[in-house]
C-alpha cells in the first residue's frame, strides 16, 4: 500500500541511473544509516559491539569480497581466508615497520598486497575453472597457514608465533573503545559497499557476470578472459584482505596463524550460499547469518531451561551450518537476498492479490 | 612433443627430487629406503581415499567434498561398534551404515540437487560434509578412539645384512598395502566383469545414453555412493589403526584432492598413481627438504608436508591440466 513506485517519473539520466530508483527504498536507507550511526551507538551494549556488530561488518566486507568473485565471477574460491591472512600480516608489519604511517593507508597497502597475492593464485584460473579450481585455491590456504607459522620475518620473530597489535590511532582519534571501532568499520563498509555496488553495475562487473554465466560466449563477444578473470580475482582479493586487516586489528587484537584456517574459508562461502550468490545484500544476510547463529545455538538451550554441553553445541552447529546449505542450494539456490526480493515485491501489490 | 614439454620439464624436477638425497649422499641408503616406503605406505592410504573421489566424479559428475567426512564417519562407527561386538560384525554393521548413508544422501541431496552446476553440487556436497562431521561426532563421540585389527606393531628389521642398520618396517603398513590391493582388484573385476559394473562405466560414459537403453540412473548412483562409502570404510580403518580415530582424520582425506588433481578425476589407476606420487613426494620433501628450507630461510621449523601436495597439484594444473590419466577434455577459455 504503502510501498508503490507509481506516479515517480524519471526525468533525467541521473535520476534512470541511480542506485535505489524507489523513493521508499531511499528513505528506507536513510533511515537505516540513522540508526545504524546514531541509534545503535547510543542503545547497544559492549557485549552486543564485541560478540555481534564487529564481526558482523568485518564478515560482510569479506562476504562482499568473496561474492564478488564467486558470485559474480563464477571463480569458485574455498581458501579465501588465505587473503584475509595475508591482509592481516601484511597490514601488522606495515604498521610495526613504518609506525608513522596513516591506519588508512596502512589498509589500503595491505589490501594491495593481498590483490597481489590473489592475482598470483588466480593464474590457474585462466586454464582451468570449476572444481579444479576448487584446489588450486586451496592451495592458497594451506601455503598461507604455513608461511605465517614459520617464516618467524611475517610475525617479527614472537616466541610464540602469535602477534599483537597497539591500539589504532588515526589524525590523532584513538579507536580503543567498541562504539568507536564499530562507527569506524561502519563508515569502511558503506564506502567499500559502494564501491562494489558501482563496479558491479558498471562494464567491469559486467564482464565479470558474463564470464560466469557462459565464458566463451564472453570472450566472442569481446571480453578478454585473462582482464576478467584477474580483476576479479585483485578486487576480491582486495577486499578480503582489507577485511582481514580490520579483523586482526579491530576484532582480535592479538591472532595466532590459525586463526585465519580452512574453517574461517569455508564459513566465508557459506555465507555467500545462504545469503545469496551474486548479491551484495545477500552479503550482509549471509554474515549476520552466520554471526548469530552460533550465538543464538549458544543461547537457546539455556533460554529453553535445556542444559546441553558445549562440545554438543558444537557438534549441532555443524550439523545444522551442513544440513542448511543442502536446504538452501535445494529450495533457493539465491539465498535470503531471494527470499527478501520476493518479499519486496509482494509488499509492491499487498494488499491486493495481484 | 613442444606440448609435453613442461609436462617433461616438471617430471625432471620430480625426479631429482626423488633421487637427490641419495646422490648427493645427503643420507645413507637405508633410512633413504625407510623413508620412501613410509611416503608410499601413506600414499596408498591417499589412493583410498583419492579412489572414493574419482569413483563418485566419474559415475555422478560430482565432486564430493564429503569423502574425507565420510571415511571420518565410517572410521568412528568401527571403532565404537567394535567396543561392543566383534571387529568383523562392528565391519559389516559399518558397511551396512555407509549404504544406507549412500541411499539417503542421493535421496535427500543428489536427485532434487540434479542437472544443477557442479559447483553448485560441490557446495552441497560441502553441506554434506559439514552434516556428517556433526552427526558422526554427536552419534558416536568425539574423542579419539582406537581400531584394534590385531595386527603386530612393533616394527620389524629386514635387508640388515644389505645396509648397516637395515631397515625398519611397521607389519601393519604391509597389511594395510595388501588390503588396499585387494581391495582395488575387487574393485577392478566389480566393474570389469559384472552386469552392475558395466552399467556404472556406462553411466559414467554417458548419462543420457545410459538412462536411454534402460540403466536406472538413481540407482547406479546409490550404488557408486555405497561402493565410495564401503571404500572409505576401508581408508577409514586402516588409517584408524594407525593415527587413532578422531577428527583431524576428516582434515587430512582432503589431501586426496590434490592426488585426484594428479592423478586426473575420472581415472581410477589415476587415483592410484596420484596417491602414491603424493605420499613420496611430501615425505621426501618433508625430511630432505624441509631442513635445508629451515635452515635457508631462518624457519620456525618444517611441516613443508602440509601444503607439499597442494602447491604439486597447482604447478600440475598449469602445465597439464587434465592430469596425468584424466580425459582430455576441459574446455580452454
Known amino acids: 500500500m504503502f510501498y508503490r513506485e507509481n506516479g515517480q517519473y524519471k526525468t533525467t539520466y541521473a535520476a534512470d541511473q541511480q542506485m535505489l530508483p524507489i523513493l521508499q527504498d531511499r528513505v528506507f536507507m536513510a533511515g537505516l ?43 569458485i574460491s574455498i581458501g579465501h581466508a588465505a587473503f584475509m591472512a595475508v591482509g592481516a600480516y601484511a597490514a601488522y608489519n606495515i604498521a610495526l615497520r613504518i609506525p608513522q604511517l596513516n591506519f588508512l593507508v596502512v589498509l589500503v597497502l595491505a589490501g594491495l598486497i593481498a590483490a597481489a597475492v590473489g592475482m598470483l593464485f588466480g593464474v590457474p584460473s585462466l586454464r582451468i575453472k570449476g572444481l579444479y579450481l576448487a584446489v588450486a ?58 564501491i562494489a555496488k558501482n563496479l558491479v553495475r558498471g562494464h567491469i562487473g559486467r564482464a565479470w557476470m558474463a564470464m560466469r554465466d557462459m565464458d566463451v560466449a564472453a570472450e566472442v563477444i569481446g571480453i578478454r578472459p585473462v582482464y576478467a578473470k584477474l580483476s576479479a580475482f585483485a578486487v576480491s582479493s582486495f577486499y578480503v584482505g582489507v577485511a582481514g586487516a580490520l579483523w586482526g586489528f579491530m576484532h582480535l587484537g592479538s591472532w595466532e596463524p590459525l586463526a585465519f584456517n580452512l574453517t574461517l ?76 526480493a520476493v518479499g519486496k515485491e509482494k509488499l509492491r501489490l499487498w494488499p491486493f492479490p495481484h | 612433443m613442444k606440448k609435453n614439454l613442461p609436462t617433461f620439464i616438471l617430471g625432471i624436477v620430480l625426479l631429482t627430487g626423488l633421487v637427490a638425497p641419495l646422490a648427493t649422499g645427503a643420507s645413507a641408503p637405508g633410512f633413504y629406503i625407510e623413508v620412501l616406503l613410509g611416503g608410499l605406505m601413506a600414499g596408498v592410504l591417499y589412493s583410498l581415499v583419492a579412489l572414493g573421489f574419482a569413483l563418485i566424479f566419474k559415475a555422478s559428475g560430482v565432486f564430493n567434498f564429503a569423502q574425507g567426512a565420510m571415511v571420518l564417519f565410517a572410521a568412528l562407527a568401527v571403532a565404537r561398534l567394535a567396543e561392543r561386538m ?54 558416536w563421540g568425539s574423542d579419539i578412539y582406537k581400531i584394534e585389527l590385531g595386527i603386530a606393531k612393533e616394527p620389524v628389521m629386514i635387508l640388515d645384512q644389505l645396509f648397516q642398520g637395515g631397515i625398519l618396517v611397521n607389519k601393519e603398513d604391509f597389511v594395510a598395502t595388501i588390503a588396499a590391493a585387494a581391495l582395488v582388484a575387487s574393485l577392478m573385476l566389480f566393474f570389469q566383469k559384472t552386469a552392475t559394473g558395466r552399467a556404472l562405466r556406462a553411466v559414467a560414459d554417458d548419462h543420457q545414453a545410459a538412462q536411454s537403453i534402460g540403466i536406472p540412473l538413481n540407482r547406479i548412483w546409490v550404488i557408486v555412493w555405497s561402493v565410495a562409502g564401503i571404500v572409505a570404510l576401508v581408508a577409514g580403518v586402516i588409517w584408524g589403526s594407525k593415527l587413532g580415530v578422531q577428527f583431524s582424520l576428516s582434515q587430512v582425506a582432503l589431501k586426496a584432492l590434490p592426488v585426484v588433481i594428479l592423478g586426473g578425476f575420472t581415472s581410477v589407476a589415476g587415483a592410484i598413481v596420484g596417491g602414491l606420487i603424493i605420499g613420496v613426494g611430501e615425505k621426501m620433501a618433508e625430511v630432505f627438504l624441509g631442513p635445508v628450507m629451515v635452515k635457508a630461510f631462518d624457519l620456525a621449523g618444517g611441516g613443508i608436508e602440509n601444503w607439499f601436495a597442494y602447491v604439486l597439484a597447482l604447478l600440475f594444473l598449469l602445465v597439464r591440466p587434465e592430469g596425468l590419466f584424466g580425459e582430455k577434455h576441459i574446455d580452454r577459455v
Open chain 1, 33 to 75: 544509516l540513522v540508526v545504524a550511526f546514531v541509534a545503535v551507538p547510543f542503545f547497544a551494549s559492549d557485549y552486543l559491539f564485541l560478540s555481534l556488530l564487529i564481526p558482523f561488518l568485518i564478515l560482510t566486507l569479506a562476504a562482499i569480497g568473496l561474492n564478488l568473485l564467486v558470485g559474480y565471477c563464477g571463480q
Open chain 1, 137 to 194: 585455491t586451496l592451495a592458497a590456504q594451506f601455503f598461507t597457514d604455513w608461511l605465517f607459522a614459520r617464516v618467524k620475518w611475517f610475525t617479527d620473530y614472537a616466541s610464540s608465533g602469535s602477534v599483537s597489535t597497539a591500539p589504532i590511532v588515526m589524525f590523532g582519534w584513538t579507536i580503543d573503545t567498541p562504539v568507536k571501532k564499530y562507527c569506524f568499520l561502519l563508515a569502511v563498509l558503506i564506502v567499500f559497499t559502494l
Open chain 1, 265 to 340: 574459508s569455508l564459513n566465508l562461502l557459506f555465507m555467500i550460499i545462504i545469503g545469496g550468490m551474486g548479491s551484495l545484500l545477500g552479503s550482509y544476510f549471509g554474515a549476520a547469518f552466520i554471526v548469530m547463529l552460533p550465538i543464538l545455538l549458544n543461547q537457546l538451550p539455556t533460554l529453553l531451561g535445556v542444559p546441553i554441553s558445549t562440545a554438543m553445541i558444537s557438534h549441532l552447529e555443524l550439523m545444522i551450518f551442513g544440513a542448511l546449505i543442502v536446504f538452501f542450494l535445494i529450495v533457493e539456490p539465491h539465498g535470503l537476498a531471494r527470499l527478501w
Open chain 2, 86 to 139: 566383534p571387529l568383523w560384525v562392528a565391519m559389516l554393521l559399518a558397511t551396512a551404515i555407509m549404504i544406507v548413508l549412500a541411499w539417503l544422501v542421493e535421496r535427500l541431496v543428489l536427485r532434487p540437487l540434479v542437472n544443477q552446476e557442479g559447483v553448485a553440487l560441490l557446495m552441497a556436497t560441502l553441506g554434506v560434509s559439514y552434516f556428517l562431521d556433526g552427526f558422526g561426532q554427536t552419534v
